[in-house]
């Protein structure tokens, strides 16, 4: 089945330092997602990505899909103590199917 | 505007026993997805209602089941529960069954003892 595999698992960072989280699909995604999830919270939607290729930005926050599309990576610049939770990639395979299926997650933490 | 809401908002059921948790969509939303989050791992997709009907389907036993009704809220059923489903059960919503964004409720915690 496709699987969504996202590296690293945890990630602990001193606050002011960088962090990138990289998602990867054993298939072709028509999309992909990505949702923040705070300790003991519910996923929130961040961002979508649909072209090959493309990159957006949200303020730190840097999202880039592959040009294969089956990749994609979250930079965030100056983490921050509030950027702490688990961020996770999910893609669409496309077709008739609307199945959002989730990656592994990367939990961050951020020391101050 | 509310947001997706969900209950209880916490449940301990017995092994065997039979569970119905529920949701309310986003204003208007149309389109319920449930997802099984079990602890330290992403959401597993169980299955979308759309329309009051079941359209896609996750890798889950037919002891889960749902139901979608006409002012677009949604119940998901578990039955004879296991150990292993003890998660955090998370309903999304979303417009229309294209591939948008999905606002997620708060969850329901369930215990199965």
Redesign the interface.
């Known amino acids: 089945?496709q699987q969504v595999m996202q590296i690293p698992q945890y990630q602990h960072v001193q606050e002011g330092e960088d962090f990138t989280t990289y998602c990867n699909s054993s298939t072709t995604l028509?999309?992909i997602?990505w949702?923040k999830q705070r300790p003991g919270?519910?996923?929130?939607?961040l961002i979508?990505l649909v072209k090959s290729g493309e990159v957006k930005k949200q303020k730190r926050l840097t999202f880039q899909f592959g040009e294969a599309k089956k990749n994609s990576s979250l930079h965030i610049t100056a983490t921050q103590t509030t950027d702490v939770g688990t961020y996770?990639c999910?893609g669409?395979r496309g077709g008739a199917?609307?199945?959002?299926?989730?990656?592994?997650?990367t939990l961050l933490a951020v020391q101050p | 505007d509310a947001g997706v809401t969900q209950s209880p908002t916490h449940l301990i059921k017995t092994r065997g026993q039979q569970v119905t948790l529920r949701c309310s969509p986003k204003s208007g939303h149309d389109t319920v997805s449930w997802y099984q989050q079990a602890l330290g791992q992403g959401p597993q997709f169980i299955f979308q209602y759309y329309e009051e009907e079941e359209r896609q389907r996750g890798n889950f036993p037919d002891r889960f089941s749902g139901h979608q009704f006409p002012n677009y809220s949604s119940e998901l059923n578990v039955n004879a529960l296991l150990l292993g489903d003890s998660a955090l059960y998370l309903c999304a919503s979303s417009l229309g069954r294209t591939n948008t964004e999905a606002f997620f409720g708060q969850g329901t915690r369930l215990t199965v003892v």
């Open positions: 089945g028509s999309n997602q949702y919270g519910h996923p929130v939607f979508q996770f999910a669409f199917t609307n199945k959002l299926i989730f990656g592994t997650g």
